[in-house]
């Protein structure tokens, strides 16, 4: 069965750090643009970056521009979302997602303007004192 697996997520006191891991079982990560998203608690889903197939373009949320960076290996089948200065206000459940094609419109994907493939089951983040 075609799965992206999220992991890294977990409790963070206000200004730590954790990097958060999706993994692709079935299928070649490196055809997808790939991106992250959140949802807390009562609220909607939102992408928070996304990241092109060959890594040469990327987008940020503006609340997490400075402080998230994302990234992939390809090889390893595998995108980061390496997340720094964390907030309560990043709390939240992180899914990644996959699109598949040939843009490298990564805006359009972390606006949710096109529909993911493929979607993780989400790990919680919990930043908090």
């Known amino acids: 069965q075609v799965q992206l697996v999220e992991s890294g997520g977990g409790l963070v006191q206000p200004g730590g750090s954790l990097r958060l891991s999706c993994d692709a079982s079935?299928?070649?990560?490196?055809?997808?643009?790939v991106g992250w998203f959140r949802q807390a608690p009562g609220k909607d889903r939102v992408g928070v970056s996304c990241?092109?197939?060959?890594?040469?373009?990327?987008y940020y949320a503006d609340s997490v521009k400075g402080r998230f960076t994302i990234s992939r290996d390809n090889p390893a089948n595998v995108v980061f979302l390496q997340m720094n200065s964390l907030r309560p206000e990043d709390t939240a459940v992180y899914y990644c997602?996959?699109?598949?094609?040939?843009?490298?419109?990564?805006?359009?994907?972390?606006?949710?303007?096109?529909?993911?493939?493929?979607w993780g089951q989400g790990t919680q983040v919990t930043v908090s004192s």
């Open positions: 997602a996959a699109v598949s094609g040939a843009s490298t419109n990564v805006a359009e994907m972390c606006d949710q303007t096109v529909v993911a493939d493929y």
């Open positions: 079935e299928f070649t990560l490196n055809n997808y643009r």
């Open positions: 990241i092109s197939r060959l890594g040469d373009s990327t």
